[in-house]
C-alpha cells in the first residue's frame, strides 16, 4: 500500500479563488481525518468521517471550507474563496479504527498570495 | 473540554545533553497520550504511546496524573533528533486526536 496520498503537494493560488485539496486514504481504513498545520496553532483538526459520513465537523474555521466523502477511497477539502490567512499545510490522516492505527499523508502547502 | 498543551515552540540542546519535552493535557477522564514525530521532509509519524511503556529511539514519556503532564525525555541528545514533535491525546473511546502546537527540537553538533 502508498500509504495515505495528497495532491497537490504545493498549491500557491490566489485571494478569492477555490482551492480544492484532495486525498486517497488507505485502502480498508473506515476513518479519514484532515488537519490544518500551522505555527501559531499547531495541528488543528477540522473534520473526521466514518464510513465515508462526516462526524465532528466543528473545526471548520468557517463557511468557506466544505469536505465531503464521496466514497472509501476519496476525500476533498475546499476551501471556496480562499484568503491569505488559509496558508497552511493541510494533512489527510485515515486510521482503521482507534486512535493507534493513525496514518498521514505528506501534506498539502497551500499559500494563498 | 479536551486540550493539550506544549509551553516550547523552540528547544535547543548539544548533542550529548539531556533533553525534556513538555506537554500538560486538560480531560476530564482515563486518556491515551502520544508523541508524534516530523522529521524534515517526512511525515508525521507516532514515536511512542503511554499505554505501551515503551522506549523509542532512546525516547521515553511517562504518563502523571496527578500533574497532568506526558513529558518527553531522552538522556543523550542525538543530531538525528532534530524534528518536531508534537503531543497528542484521545479521550475514552473516541477516534480522534487532539494534538498540541509543538515543539521543534534543535541538537546542535
Known amino acids: 500500500d502508498a500509504g495515505v496520498i495528497q495532491s497537490p503537494r504545493h498549491e500557491v493560488t490566489e485571494m478569492g479563488q477555490e482551492v480544492t485539496l484532495r486525498c486517497k486514504p488507505i485502502?480498508?481504513?473506515?476513518?479519514l481525518f484532515w488537519y490544518r498545520q500551522t505555527m501559531m496553532r499547531g495541528l488543528e483538526l477540522l473534520i473526521y468521517?466514518?464510513?465515508?459520513?462526516?462526524?465532528?465537523d466543528s473545526g471548520m474555521p468557517e463557511d468557506r471550507f466544505s469536505a465531503k466523502m464521496p466514497n472509501a477511497s476519496f476525500s476533498t477539502l475546499k476551501i471556496q474563496p480562499s484568503e491569505p490567512r488559509d496558508s497552511a499545510v493541510y494533512f489527510c490522516?485515515?486510521?482503521?479504527?482507534?486512535?493507534?492505527?493513525?496514518?498521514f499523508g505528506s501534506g498539502t502547502r497551500l499559500t494563498v498570495v | 473540554a479536551q486540550r493539550v498543551t506544549q509551553p516550547e515552540k523552540l528547544l535547543s540542546v548539544f548533542k550529548g545533553a539531556p533533553v525534556e519535552l513538555k506537554c500538560n493535557y486538560s480531560?476530564?477522564?482515563?486518556?491515551?497520550l502520544f508523541w508524534y514525530v516530523q522529521y524534515s521532509r517526512q511525515r508525521l509519524q507516532l514515536l511512542l504511546r503511554?499505554?505501551s511503556r515503551e522506549s523509542i529511539k532512546g525516547f521515553t514519556a511517562d504518563l502523571n496524573k496527578g500533574e497532568t503532564s506526558f513529558h518527553l525525555k531522552k538522556p543523550f541528545a542525538q543530531e538525528e533528533d532534530s524534528a518536531m514533535y508534537y503531543c497528542?491525546?484521545?479521550?475514552?473511546?473516541?477516534?480522534?486526536?487532539?494534538f498540541g502546537t509543538g515543539t521543534r527540537l534543535q541538537v546542535f553538533p
Open positions: 503511554h499505554i
Open positions: 485502502s480498508g481504513h473506515d476513518y
Open positions: 490522516a485515515s486510521s482503521g479504527g482507534g486512535v493507534n492505527g493513525y496514518t
Open positions: 468521517f466514518n464510513n465515508n459520513v462526516p462526524i465532528d
Open positions: 497528542a491525546l484521545s479521550g475514552y473511546n473516541t477516534d480522534k486526536l487532539i
Open positions: 480531560y476530564s477522564g482515563s486518556p491515551e
